[in-house]
């Protein structure tokens, strides 16, 4: 009778973290939709969607070997609400190998960390040596050093890319191929990060690219500062760290939340077609994403990428470099490949000019 009690009881707690978890993953699917200052609650079940839904696979593999077909509906329906979800990281599929002969605009992002800092010139040159081998028409840049010792790599990129221009402090570029007919920097208050644009004039059809980083998390400059502290005696255990660093990522996240408003109204205000590339540091489904992509926006690996979809080196489920076209152009192929000179990868997308 006791092993019968304690096996209830545990069916019990199984039951009620089976409806906790349903309704935890839905209001993380939702939780992109409302500005985050004060919803940040809702606003951080986003970046948990990924355990949630290994949370409710988990579940559901019990209910199945329980045989309790009816509670095992719950985790599969939630499953399947995470399906568009689960898009903006995996398409299934393969590369159309003939969609890179097709005439259209080829573009980059790669947020290339200052190069590593490296004086040689040797990183910058392999990077452009890369885009060359990918065929690239426009490349954005971001945390951009155009310095390798007393070298300037734009001297060296514009045998290839003889267009270009610079963002806020030189931090950001935009390398073309194609003549680049007007540019402007967009400032965001209090903020070292910035966006910028480009009229780029392809064969007579002129589009508008938008080069972007927003607000860091800055939790590494957290992490590092209570090093710090801690090797001076102070007490940064505990509470005191974590609220630091939790601090830092729902001001990050608020500030991107304003940073992608002010750029969404001036996207809005283009009367030509607009290709977004660059940094978001924010996940799918976020009010970040949500909000750039719009109802005009499309988002290019899910048009047509193909695969795993991770941007940050060494972790498999996180995507935070984006490019996003206007409704009327037409993805091709959309990739990132594995290049070890920064903590991101570069993302690669052919984009059809209608």
């Known amino acids: 009778m006791g092993k019968l009690a304690v096996f209830k009881y545990f069916s019990f707690l199984m039951l009620v973290a089976t409806f906790i978890m349903a309704v935890f993953t839905i209001f993380g699917l939702f939780g992109g939709n409302a500005y985050p200052l004060g919803n940040m609650a809702r606003a951080m079940l986003v970046y948990a969607l990924p355990l949630l839904i290994i949370g409710n696979a988990v579940l559901l ?60 010139g040797f990183i910058a040159q392999d990077i452009l040596s890369e885009m060359k081998r990918e065929k690239v ?13 007393d070298k300037r790599n734009s001297d060296s990129y514009k045998d290839y890319f003889p267009y270009m221009e610079y963002g806020l402090n030189t931090r950001y570029v935009i390398y073309s191929r194609f003549p680049i007919k007007a540019h402007d920097t967009i400032e965001f208050p209090n903020s070292n990060n910035s966006a ?19 607000e860091t998390a800055g939790a590494h400059h957290v992490m590092g500062r209570a090093s710090k502290l801690e090797q001076e005696g102070y007490d940064v255990r505990g509470n005191r760290l974590l609220e630091a660093v939790y601090g830092t990522y729902t001001t990050g996240i608020i500030k991107r939340a304003g940073q992608s408003q002010i750029l969404t109204q001036h996207i809005q205000q283009c009367d030509i077609p607009v290709i977004l590339a660059g940094d978001f540091v924010d996940v799918p489904y976020s009010y970040v994403y949500n909000t750039l992509l719009g109802d005009n926006m499309v988002d290019g690996f899910k048009e047509c990428g193909s695969g795993l979809m991770n941007t940050i080196r060494n972790t498999s489920m996180m995507r935070i470099d984006y490019v996003f076209h206007d409704k009327s152009l037409q993805g091709a192929t959309y990739y990132k490949k594995d290049l070890s000179y920064s903590d991101h990868y570069p993302v690669f997308m052919k984009i059809i000019l209608n």
Request: proline share 2%; aromatic share 16%.
């Open 61 to 120: 593999l019990y209910w199945l070997l329980r045989r309790r077909w009816h509670w095992a509906a719950i985790p599969f329906l939630t499953i399947l609400c995470c399906i568009p979800y689960m898009g903006t990281y995996l398409q299934i599929g393969s590369l159309d190998a003939n969609a890179e002969t097709q005439s259209g605009l080829k573009i980059a992002t790669y947020n290339v960390s200052s190069f590593n800092r490296e004086t040689t």
């Open 137 to 149: 028409d426009v490349l954005c840049m971001q945390e951009y050093s155009d310095y390798s010792g």
């Open 196 to 214: 910028m644009w480009a009229d780029i004039d392809v064969h007579g059809f002129d589009v508008r690219v938008y080069n972007v980083h927003l």
